[in-house]
């Protein structure tokens, strides 16, 4: 019969991360139906509705989010750079390194040198890490190729690697994250091929969401930025951006102003970035793992992001330089003690807002009839245990399209 349910998941407690909905926008006893691989139903067990299900699921208990999402990464990279983090070690900085053509570029040179098959197989790992801690939709950046051929090839690796492990994914085109060798000392013209062939020809190949730039002293001008948000905004893509992560350059004004969905990092941001973000519905990307491996001491403005009302999403930044992380948890963790957000303001960054950073918060980022049926069960005892434990993972499962997986 048309009107039965596909799934219906009984005796749980929901953190429902809905708006407004008071704290986690918690249901419990709750249950969860699903039709159609979306959330048809959504309530107190006092009020579900004599319907058949094809299969009735108890949770024990058990808390249910919805599925975690890791909306900045850049996974997909070839090498490592644990003989740099050797070197930090010893004294030398990130920026110290970068200047002298290793950092970033070291990684360019390996993953230019890695076949598109190589590239997919050794994420993989590192995907799958992320997914047994219940993410089930991840960003992935390129900006490691810096040429079209291999930006190309690290955008189509990351679509297949997703779709091989039943990840949703988000694909953003970062060609504008360093002056390639090749074009050492003229970024200008570097930046000239960005637009006007790397990222046309990445958007012709159907593999580009959304355009991201790195704004820094290492990197690119903000005058560089506007240039390519600007072509980006000629072709319909939504734009994001790093943003004042190692200095102020005005990336959170810049970013609010051609409306990005995201600025990322914001250690260095100020309170008219920060403004302005709030005003364009611009989501303030936070990235605790970058901060701790770089040993930052600057920390990002996070009572002034609060004051202006900017939603703040939480990722990985899984990058082999400055964040070679694969633990979205850890990061609720440093989110919390080092950043000082609540446990629930930590959930609400790798749900609702890590949602919206990615331009999907119609169909996900909380449990609302309509949204995607992604979920992500846990053997806790209260959400707040997903900040507070170290190197643990408390998974039971996760559901995604509204049918059971593991
Ligand atoms: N900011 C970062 O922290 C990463 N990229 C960026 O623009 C670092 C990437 C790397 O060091 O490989
Ligand atoms: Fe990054």
């Known amino acids: 019969m048309t009107d039965h349910w596909d799934n219906l998941w009984v005796n749980g407690r929901f953190a429902t991360m809905?708006?407004?909905?008071?704290?986690?926008?918690?249901?419990?006893?709750?249950?969860?139906?699903?039709?159609?691989?979306?959330i048809d139903w959504i309530g107190p067990m006092s009020d579900l509705p004599r319907r058949e299900a094809r299969a009735v699921h108890d949770l024990g208990g058990r808390w249910v989010t919805p599925g975690l999402i890791d909306c900045h990464t850049h996974l997909i990279y070839a090498g490592d750079r644990a003989g740099e983090f050797e070197l930090r070690l010893q004294g030398a900085t990130y920026e110290e390194i970068a200047r002298a053509g290793g950092g970033i570029r070291s990684t360019v040179k390996a993953t230019r040198e890695a076949s598109e098959d190589d590239l997919v197989r050794g994420a993989g790992p590192r995907l799958?890490?992320?997914?047994?801690?219940?993410?089930?939709?991840?960003?992935i950046?390129?900006?490691?190729?810096?040429?079209?051929?291999n930006e190309i090839k690290m955008l189509r690796a990351a679509r297949r690697l997703a779709e091989s492990k039943g990840i949703r994914v988000r694909t953003t085109f970062l060609g504008a994250h360093a002056v390639p060798p090749e074009y050492e000392?003229?970024?200008?013209?570097?930046?000239?091929?960005?637009?006007?062939?790397m990222l046309p020809a990445a958007h012709a190949a159907g593999v580009v969401d959304a355009v991201d730039a790195f704004c820094e002293k290492i990197a690119f001008t903000p005058a560089q930025t506007d240039r390519l948000f600007g072509a980006a905004r000629?072709?319909?893509?939504?734009?994001?951006?790093?943003a004042d992560q190692l200095s102020d350059t005005g990336g959170a004004a810049l970013a609010a102003r051609h409306g990005a969905l995201s600025a990322d990092h914001l250690e260095y941001a100020d309170e008219a970035g920060i403004k302005a973000m709030a005003e364009a519905g611009t989501v303030a990307v936070l990235l605790p793992g970058a901060f701790y491996f770089l040993r930052e001491t600057t920390l990002p403005p996070v009572r002034?992001?609060?004051?202006?009302g900017t939603?703040?999403?939480?990722?990985?930044?899984?990058?082999?330089?400055?964040?070679?992380?694969?633990?979205?948890?850890?990061?609720?963790?440093?989110?919390?003690?080092?950043?000082?957000?609540?446990?629930?303001?930590?959930?609400?960054?790798?749900?609702r807002n890590a949602a919206r950073a990615l331009g999907l918060a119609d169909s996900l980022g909380t449990l609302e009839v309509g949204k995607t049926a992604d979920l992500a069960v846990w053997n806790i005892g209260r959400p707040a245990e997903l900040s507070y434990r170290i190197g643990f993972n408390p998974l039971d499962r996760v559901v995604k399209n509204g049918g059971t997986s593991s």
């Not at 000629?234 to 790093?242: A, D, E, F, I, M």
């Open 128 to 139: 799958a890490a992320l997914a047994a801690e219940g993410v089930t939709t991840i960003e």
């Open 234 to 242: 000629r072709l319909g893509l939504p734009v994001k951006l790093h």
């Open 185 to 197: 000392g003229r970024a200008d013209a570097y930046m000239n091929a960005v637009i006007d062939d």
């Open 141 to 149: 950046k390129s900006g490691y190729g810096l040429d079209r051929a």
């Open 18 to 38: 809905r708006a407004g909905a008071g704290p986690y926008g918690v249901i419990e006893p709750g249950a969860l139906a699903a039709k159609a691989g979306r």
């Open 304 to 308: 002034m992001l609060r004051r202006a």
């Open 311 to 351: 939603a703040v999403a939480i990722a990985s930044d899984c990058n082999p330089g400055s964040s070679p992380v694969t633990s979205l948890l850890l990061m609720l963790n440093m989110a919390c003690t080092l950043f000082d957000l609540t446990p629930e303001e930590a959930l609400a960054g790798v749900t």
